[in-house]
């Protein structure tokens, strides 16, 4: 004996003959259905706010309310229940007009054997919705929950570098040799550089590609800053506004941090005025192409700059190779180093 399967259905029709057509269709079909018929919009406002309901079933025209009436009453509850006509009189265009407003199929009241098995496919239907649904609300909770740890790490690292940061300028203090005094500040202005990603990161929505041009800001502030040079070296910047991924933002951080560190350093001896320059663009081949000049002094002649014992430099090489770059150094009036590399895949 097969088993009789409960419905709740809310039949949007001003005919008691009609709805006792659709119940007994239902019965034969092997459905023990519940149903409260409603003829008009206010009982079946009232109907959807006081009940549950598994299925809807409307005519397609009455006096005083239509099928795509209930249809966009339901639609305004946000109830995602299947939603049929039932109707005697409704053409193929009307058709095609309810169903793209939304009803889920339409049956001729000459042809209700059709009732119980598109019930059933919707009733399926829906739930196989309702499953997607849950699926992707436990998604965006897990993307949301890993979110909020991803930004807890960058806070955290952030945090740790502050505190290597701090570290290294207390030690600082005892040191006399001014060498290793230069050395323990050029540390502390990577660590720098590498802990403003973390930040930028820990405060964006967007948890791994940062504003690069407030990046570059701030970096190269914070270097006048610490060279005390403000007051008699321009600063021009002229950077598009980019988002950069962090592997790639990090090295060339890095980077900048030490081509304007070097200027401040040499390319102004003897309290010279000039200025340092820092472009950033991306160009039509979807390469950055990056540029740190100065007029300064310009660079030593016996010099190559990628075989120097100074770290900084030899840092310079080392990651725009890791960033599958090119490097180029013209030597006229001052220095200029032009960058060119992709940005990373990950």
């Given at each position: 004996m097969a088993m009789v399967k409960p419905l709740r259905v809310l039949i949007v029709e001003d005919s008691e003959n009609?709805?006792?057509?659709?119940m007994r269709q239902l019965r034969q079909g092997g459905y023990e259905p519940f149903y409260e018929q409603v003829a008009t919009p206010e009982a079946m406002k009232a109907a959807l706010a006081t009940a549950s309901w598994d299925i809807v079933i409307a005519d397609y025209s009455m006096p005083r309310f239509t099928g795509l009436d209930a249809l966009r009453l339901l639609q305004e509850?946000?109830?995602?229940?299947?939603?049929?006509?039932?109707?005697?009189?409704?053409?193929e265009e009307l058709a095609?007009?309810?169903?793209?407003?939304g009803v889920?199929?339409?049956?001729?009241?000459?042809?209700?054997?059709?009732?119980?098995?598109?019930?059933?496919?919707?009733?399926?239907?829906?739930?196989?919705?309702?499953?997607?649904?849950?699926?992707?609300e436990q998604l965006k909770a897990s993307l949301r929950e890993k979110e909020v740890l991803l930004q807890e790490?960058?806070?955290?690292?952030?945090?740790?570098?502050q505190v290597i940061t701090s570290i290294l300028n207390l030690q600082s203090q005892y040191i006399k040799d001014e060498l290793a005094l230069r050395l323990f500040k050029e540390s502390q202005t990577r660590i720098k550089s590498i802990s403003l990603v973390h930040e930028k990161l820990y405060r964006s929505k967007d948890l791994v590609r940062i504003d690069f041009s407030d990046y570059v800001q701030e970096i190269a502030t914070h270097l006048f800053h610490l060279y005390g040079k403000r007051?008699?070296?321009?600063?021009?910047?002229?950077?598009?506004?980019?988002?950069?991924?962090?592997?790639?933002?990090?090295?060339?951080?890095?980077?900048i941090n030490e081509l304007v560190s070097n200027a401040l350093k040499y390319a102004f001896p003897d309290d010279r005025k000039g200025k340092?320059?820092?472009?950033?663009?991306?160009?039509q081949d979807h390469q950055y192409v990056l540029t740190v000049m100065d007029n300064g002094i310009g660079f030593p002649k016996d010099l190559n700059f990628r075989h120097t014992e100074t770290l900084g430099l030899q840092l310079v090489?080392?990651?725009?190779?890791?960033?599958?770059?090119?490097?180029?150094?013209?030597?006229g009036e001052g220095t200029t180093f032009t960058i060119r590399f992709p940005e990373q895949s990950y």
């Open positions: 009609d709805a006792m057509l659709i509850t946000g109830q995602d229940l299947p939603f049929l006509i039932v109707s005697g009189s409704i053409g095609v007009t309810a169903m793209k407003a889920h199929d339409y049956i001729m009241k000459n042809n209700m054997a059709r009732l119980p098995p598109a019930v059933e496919r919707e009733l399926r239907e829906a739930k196989n919705r309702d499953a997607r649904r849950q699926a992707e790490v960058h806070h955290r690292v952030k945090n740790n570098l007051a008699i070296i321009a600063l021009e910047l002229n950077i598009d506004k980019l988002s950069m991924h962090m592997n790639t933002a990090i090295p060339c951080g890095i980077i340092i320059g820092i472009r950033l663009q991306e160009d090489v080392t990651l725009t190779s890791q960033l599958d770059g090119t490097i180029q150094m013209n030597d």
